[in-house]
């Protein structure tokens, strides 16, 4: 456990020299999170009584979710582990005398925490400066900011769980960019990073729930803007949970297969 620690720490720090590329990606994330929030508005202002959430609650949603980006999004995936496998140098990864899962596990969460943290705290600290109801809002008490956190952790091994999924099916490809392209686009879609799971139509959202990219964005930001509590939020981190340990095994299973016949690429 503790090399694995030490893989955690040393991909942690390397993240956060990365200064000058976060900054550049605020401007975005701010520009992005003011027209979600202002197009939503137009939507509620037409017919309140139809629209899922509060505006407080879903403006608190949208700046969070900029806020943690990287950190519960297929497109924090780790650059450096599709550059190894293309390259051919995952070759030396292999030789190494631990588990490459574990391994890349460790790093990878290292790399989607250090990229947030540099990140998250302008974001919050000028998102929270905002008049409602257009501002981050505080959440309701103390124990819904603890199950937040709880909830956090949880989407942090869900999501990190799928992006290994993603790195040991490229073992096989030749170029990683299609495979990538697909695992982020129906994860942003189901997770409710473009449209908030509450806004699906009734039926279907069930049914997206109970899939693992629910697992990850949604329950978190629902939870600290107060749109999910009581039995619903208990089951949604339930699954998060269940969610966790069955993809966990399946990369686990992956990488046993996937290593056994392994095709490094460049030689």
């Not at 582990?81 to 969460?109: H, K, Q, T």
Request: net charge positive; proline share 6%.
């Amino acid at each position: 456990m503790r090399k694995y620690l030490a893989f955690f720490r040393t991909r942690f720090n390397m993240g956060l020299q990365y200064r000058v590329a976060a900054i550049a990606g605020l401007a975005c994330q701010f520009f992005w999170g003011a027209m979600a929030i202002l197009a939503f508005k137009a939507f509620h202002d037409t017919d309140p009584s139809s629209f899922p959430m509060s505006l407080p609650a879903m403006s608190s949603y949208i700046w969070l979710q900029q806020a943690l980006l990287t950190l519960l999004t297929m497109g924090g995936m780790d650059n450096e582990f599709f550059s190894v496998i293309e390259s051919g140098n995952v070759a030396y990864e292999l030789c190494r005398p631990v588990d490459v899962y574990a391994m890349w596990y460790s790093r990878s969460a290292a790399a989607r925490v250090s990229n947030a943290l540099l990140r998250c705290v302008p974001v919050i600290v000028i998102s929270a400066l905002l008049p409602a109801p257009y501002g981050l809002s505080a959440p309701p008490d103390l124990l819904t900011f603890l199950t937040f956190l709880l909830s956090l952790v949880l989407a942090l091994a869900v999501i990190n769980a799928m992006g290994m999924i993603v790195y040991m099916i490229t073992f096989h490809t030749i170029t990683p960019r299609g495979v990538r392209l697909i695992a982020v686009n129906i994860c942003d879609f189901f997770s409710g990073d473009i449209i908030p799971l509450p806004f699906f139509p009734a039926g279907f959202k069930e049914f997206v729930e109970l899939l693992p990219f629910s697992a990850t964005a949604n329950v978190p930001l629902r939870i600290y803007s107060g749109d999910l509590h009581g039995p619903e939020m208990v089951k949604l981190m339930l699954l998060q949970v269940f969610w966790a340990a069955v993809l966990i095994a399946v990369g686990k299973l992956i990488e046993c297969r996937e290593l056994r016949r392994v095709t490094v690429q460049g030689g």
